[in-house]
């Protein structure tokens, strides 16, 4: 133990919190530090998803207007989702729909699906001299439906900035489920700026819809805030160098970036959600193992992914914070 210091804490570690007030009250956020400039939240009432996270006191993250929401506030028809939509760092979207809100085998699905707006069951964390591990399990499941669980691990080093996101989805029902999972990491101000430079090396991209094809030259380059701008997806083909694909960001006007890499085995669709507009000014960079287009517009296209009751997925997807103090 380093003998300049009474507690560890007063370097790095993780402290359990609870929010008072609002549409937030009661909710359980693990604030995480790693002692070299890296600092997250976990909300663990929110799919232990990333709510804050920041390098060297530069958010990094996206916060949507609604700020914080509790799951009791969840609105799951539709396009409710976005009334309680925290964007944060990371909101998962799955298990079993992503995307567009529909009706795909006489069952109404919402938009982006239900697993971010499900609090976590069991939580732990532990503390070595090399890494902070956080687990925890959600559970994606109802009577007479589908039911999925999700095992979740971070993995915070403490020799450098760097975060691994290690996620185990199983079936623990008894018959063949929908499975669909998107990761969706959003950058926000001042990471994002127009100073920012985005690299998606990449074989091909397709615009979502018409409106994106109108912008496509210009899908990587960063804006300034527009007013009513309307947002714009691409889906990437990306390239993989030594079985992993990468997207990086970095920010020469703070002198911070980030580089994500994942396998495309496990999650081999990649979109880029650009959203320039005033007060909503966010970079969604996204693996997933579909797109966006919603479950019946996959299963019409013979792209829904399927899991079979004791079969289990994992994803794994690691963050190298770039910049110097």
């Known amino acids: 133990m380093n003998s300049y210091i009474g507690h560890p804490s007063q370097i790095l570690g993780v402290e359990e919190h609870r929010l008072t007030g609002g549409k937030g009250d009661g909710m359980r956020l693990l604030q995480v530090r790693n002692g070299l400039g890296l600092e997250f939240t976990v909300s663990l009432d929110r799919c232990a998803d990333i ?6 006191s530069h958010n990094i993250g ?34 079993t729909a992503v995307g567009s809100a529909c009706e795909d085998n006489g069952e109404k699905l919402p938009l982006h699906g239900t697993i971010s707006n499900t609090p976590c069951e069991v939580h732990s964390y532990t503390v070595n001299e090399k890494e902070i591990v956080i687990d925890a399990l959600i559970r994606d499941a109802s009577l007479f ?26 079936n623990i029902g008894s018959r063949i489920s929908p499975y669909m999972i998107l990761y969706h990491f959003n950058i926000g101000y001042p990471m994002l700026s127009e100073h920012a430079e985005l690299k998606i090396p990449n074989k091909g991209i397709t615009p979502r819809n018409e409106h994106a094809s109108k912008y496509i030259d210009n899908c990587l380059i960063i804006e300034k805030p527009q007013k ?29 970036g980030l580089k994500m890499m994942y396998n495309k085995e496990q ?23 579909c797109t966006p287009d919603g479950r019946d517009i996959l299963r019409k296209n013979g792209q829904l992914k399927f899991i079979e009751p004791e079969q289990e997925f994992t994803n794994q997807i690691e963050f190298l914070f770039l910049g110097k103090r």
């Open 145 to 170: 439906s589908d039911q999925l669980e999700l095992k979740r691990k971070y993995i915070c080093s403490l020799d450098e900035n760097k975060l691994t996101v290690l996620d185990t989805v199983k």
């Open 51 to 56: 709510s804050r996270l920041s390098l060297f």
């Open 267 to 289: 999650l081999d669709s990649f979109t880029q959600w650009k959203m320039m507009g005033e007060h909503e000014y966010v970079l969604g960079l996204e693996p997933g193992n």
């Open 62 to 95: 996206f916060f949507a207007p609604c700020g914080y929401v509790a799951p009791s506030y969840y609105d799951n028809v539709g396009n409710g989702f976005l009334k309680s939509f925290t964007g944060g760092f990371l909101t998962t979207c799955g298990l």
């Open 228 to 256: 009513n701008f309307e947002e714009q997806c691409y889906y990437y083909d990306v390239i993989e160098e030594n079985k992993k694909a990468a997207a990086e960001i970095y920010n020469k006007n703070i002198g911070i």
